[in-house]
């Protein structure tokens, strides 16, 4: 996995409302485990996915939340060919 610099914002996306955004901070990576946090607030929660290459996934609030690095990556050099 491409290391993540800590304090990086990423953004997550409702699984439910893919069209609304929820920006966090990431605290802590590592190839199956996402520790993020909510910007100018104490709320820390943990996505996790089962094997590289795949999205990571969790939960806050009762609505679930998708970040998928590597689609972005991908969007990216489709974008530059």
Known sequence: MKAVDMKTRIQL???DRPK???EV???EATAT????SVPNTVVT???TRREEGAAYTGSLG???Y???ANLKAREAARKQA
């Open 62 to 64: 009762g609505r679930v």
């Open 13 to 15: 996306r409702d699984a």
């Open 33 to 36: 485990r996402l520790t993020v």
């Open 25 to 27: 901070e990431v605290q």
């Open 66 to 68: 998708v970040f998928a």
């Open 45 to 47: 929660f943990v996505l």
């Open 20 to 22: 609304e955004i929820f």
